[in-house]
């Protein structure tokens, strides 16, 4: 006769009827969706448990360990941890519990989708001159293990959200310049066409701002199996927005002023720096 060993742990009646009534919702058992809920429903509470392991005791100490390693990661000196620490440091806990619930309470995978965040994308503190705001990429920062696409997407939904209760912004559109030195095959696979679709969609389709160019530097011969799947889901009038300028910038620099751009993106000012454009956007 085998012999079972482990650690068992007693369920409880109300806790055996919570995961019953999960089989059985129907939508009169959830909150709204357009505010915050005044209380989780019981049987969400459970679905907490059972799916991402949380308890009150738990998620006190994920918050307190989130908040450790996001010091920790700042005083190193990096500038894209300082860039977390400023947009994040002082929120609430409610904020740091969205990030540790999307990574099922791995905390550092909570900290690398909050660098997601603060890192992508980058914003100039000046306007270009024709008015518009500039958003920075720089591929080369991006690890797609930890931050993906898709999450890379929602950081640019939440911060074009913000910049755009300036009406001079609404007006004037915004410009994109992605810096592809450093894109690596990897990267490149680890795209997905539905996820450049969505891309596409959002610069013409689904979001409410004006998108009025797109500036690739520095993409090696690669790029290009990336790109000609985009080219197909664009219409005429973005395929005509956007410059692909490789490693001859004499065109680039006829749009931006090499004085406003950070040197990692072949300006002539200091090397980007998240942590200032996060205490401008989040202040």
């Known amino acids: 006769m085998a012999v079972v060993s482990g650690t068992f742990r007693m369920v409880s009646e109300e806790e055996q009827a919570l995961r019953a009534k999960l089989e059985h919702l129907t939508v009169k058992d959830h909150g709204p969706v357009f505010r915050p809920c005044d209380q989780i429903p019981d049987h969400t509470v459970q679905k907490a448990k059972d799916e991402l392991n949380e308890t009150d005791e738990k998620r ?51 900290y690398e989708l909050m660098k997601g965040y603060a890192g992508y994308p980058g914003i100039l ?61 990897q990267q490149a696979s680890g795209i997905k066409p539905t996820e450049l ?56 620099f006829k749009e931006f002023d090499a004085e406003i751009l950070p040197s990692d993106f072949d300006g002539k000012g200091p090397k980007y720096d998240g942590k200032v454009t996060a205490t401008q956007l989040f202040d």
Not at 208 to 219: D, N, T
Request: hydrophobic share 40%; net charge negative.
């Open 197 to 252: 679709k969505k891309m596409v969609d959002m610069l013409q389709d689904s979001f409410p701002a004006r998108f009025k160019a797109v500036h690739f530097i520095h993409q090696p011969w690669y790029f290009t199996t990336t790109y000609n799947v985009v080219k197909p889901l664009m219409k005429s009038k973005l395929l005509e927005r956007v410059f692909v300028h490789g490693d001859e910038l004499e065109n680039y």
């Open 60 to 110: 006190v100490s994920a918050v307190k360990e989130l908040r450790g390693i996001i010091k920790e990661k700042a005083d190193s000196g990096d500038d894209l941890a300082k860039g977390v620490q400023d947009t994040f440091g002082d929120n609430p806990d409610s904020v740091l519990v969205r990030f540790i619930r999307a990574r099922k309470y791995e905390v550092n995978r909570a």
């Open 125 to 185: 503190s000046s306007r270009d001159k024709y008015g518009r705001v500039v958003l920075l990429f720089n591929i080369e920062n991006w690890d797609y293990e930890e931050i993906t696409f898709d999450e890379i997407l929602r950081a640019y939904c939440v911060i074009l959200e913000k910049l755009l209760q300036n009406e001079e912004t609404q007006i004037n559109g915004f410009c994109i310049i992605e810096n592809f030195k450093g894109f690596t095959m």
